[in-house]
């Protein structure tokens, strides 16, 4: 069984004042669309400084202003994974194929 309790716990006054699962910065992700804006947010990059890459991105997005977001949007690569895993999850073990209930294995 796991345990899925904050170590905190909920009552912690600790948790009240700890920030740091707060995004410092966001990147916005659109498309065009024909909405009165022109565009469709499909998404969000939430950018937080205690992960060096990331600060990285907020000071260069800070500093350099619409200049840098040129260049950090020419160069984000893209990739497109279903959400799905596969049925085996990439796992390869032996007398799966003897359980009869396999919907408990895949």
């Known amino acids: 069984m796991f345990d899925l309790k904050n170590k905190q716990g909920n009552n912690s006054n600790d948790t009240l004042d700890d920030d740091s699962w707060k995004s410092q910065a966001f990147i916005n992700i ?33 500093k350099g202003g619409a200049e840098a977001l040129e260049i950090v949007k020419n160069n984000i690569i893209l990739d497109f994974q279903m959400a799905d ?22």
């Open 30 to 62: 659109y498309l065009p669309s024909d909405s009165k804006s022109g565009r469709t947010k499909l998404g969000v990059m939430n950018l937080k400084v205690a992960k060096a890459a990331e600060k990285y991105l907020i000071d260069l997005c800070q």
């Open 85 to 106: 895993a596969p049925a085996n999850r990439g796992l390869i073990l032996e007398g799966v194929d003897s359980v009869k209930d396999s919907k408990a294995v895949g």
